[in-house]
């Protein structure tokens, strides 16, 4: 088999554990949601929850949580007003499926009444995806690279938001020219 300079030495690097590694991970954990995601978001409902947000609150939440504070610590449904929406724009670090398991167990809750969206990485082959997926009654498979505010460039990764309420045909109508929606089913 016939293997290219670059491809080999795309191989090689890999194996050293270099080269591929700055796809996968990164030193900053506090990207902010690019605009265009949170005029959807805001299509859907107000947001009157960001548990995870920087001092600035740049999603606008009524209610928000910024380091040192921890919006893991606090049940996110008792904190949306009617039709609000709790957006969840995690760490994408190694707490990542620490914050889906509590946006999976927390919507579980109060699924008939509010609505909550999350936004993360598009990685189907984690044990955190198929925790969200079986909670959730929307997703969307963001077409292209996001690219995240303070980011020089559109991120490694493709990106998909999950949303759990009692409306998911409108979540798929707000962002189906944005990407693959998908109704899964309807909240019980």
């Not at 902010?32 to 999603?59: F, S, Y």
């Not at 008939?112 to 082959?125: C, F, K, N, T």
């Not at 044990?127 to 020089?152: N, Q, Y």
């Not at 045909?169 to 962002?175: N, Q």
């Amino acid at each position: 088999m016939l293997v290219s300079s670059s491809i080999a030495r795309n191989i090689r690097e890999a194996r050293k554990g270099i080269g591929l590694a700055p796809l996968h991970s990164s030193k900053r954990m506090d990207w902010q949601t690019p605009d265009v995601v949170l005029e959807l978001v805001r299509k859907v409902g107000p947001i009157g929850l960001d548990p995870c947000t920087t001092q600035e609150n740049p999603t606008g939440a009524r209610q928000w949580f910024a380091p040192p504070d921890n919006g893991l610590s606090v049940s996110w449904g008792a904190l949306i007003g009617d039709g609000e929406v709790a957006f969840v724009n995690p760490p994408y670090g190694r707490a990542l499926g620490e914050w889906v398991t509590h946006w999976c167990f927390d919507a579980s809750i109060w699924a008939d009444q509010e609505h909550s969206i999350l936004l993360v990485p598009a990685r189907p082959d984690t044990a955190w995806w198929f925790r969200a997926l079986k909670a959730a009654t929307a997703l969307c498979f963001w077409r292209g690279r996001l690219t995240f505010k303070g980011a020089p460039a559109p991120a490694p990764f493709p990106s998909a938001l999950f949303y759990f309420g009692p409306r998911p045909y409108r979540f798929a109508d707000v962002f189906q020219d944005h990407g693959a929606v998908d109704v899964l089913r309807r909240p019980t």
